[in-house]
């Protein structure tokens, strides 16, 4: 049971990307998946979540109105569309799998299988 994080490299400031998140091994379809990003030396920090159905989303603060998260079941895919990406978003993104319920915002022990993670870097 395993995830699959891809779509990361370098970016402009102001540019975009967009992350997918595959499942291997298992159906996503009753999970709440959510992403995670970590910078050199600081903790994993919480960015977005999707529900199970895919009809709720949240996101920390500083994403939001810039990112944002959705997914396919039918595919076991879960994408983080990344627009006006900043440098301060540069960071290795993972994505994991959660059960509700889970903290407001979500922290990092709530989540069972992770991915191996994909680097993002902003920089003119």
């Known amino acids: 049971l395993q995830f699959v994080e891809s779509g990361g490299g370098l970016v402009q400031p102001g540019g975009s990307l967009r992350l997918s998140c595959a499942a291997s091994g298992f159906n996503i379809e009753y999970y709440a998946i959510g992403w995670f990003r970590q910078a050199p030396g600081e903790e994993r920090e919480f960015v977005a979540l999707v529900n199970w159905t895919g009809g709720r989303a949240y996101y920390a603060d500083s994403v939001k109105g810039r990112f944002t998260i959705s997914r396919d079941n039918a595919k076991s895919t879960v994408y983080l569309q990344m627009n006006n990406l900043a440098p301060e978003d540069t960071a290795v993104y993972y994505c994991?799998?959660?059960?509700?319920?889970?903290?407001?915002?979500?922290?990092?022990?709530?989540?069972?299988?992770w991915g191996q993670g994909t680097q993002v870097t902003v920089s003119s």
């Open positions: 994991a799998s959660t059960e509700p319920p889970y903290s407001d915002p979500p922290v990092p022990k709530e989540f069972d299988y």
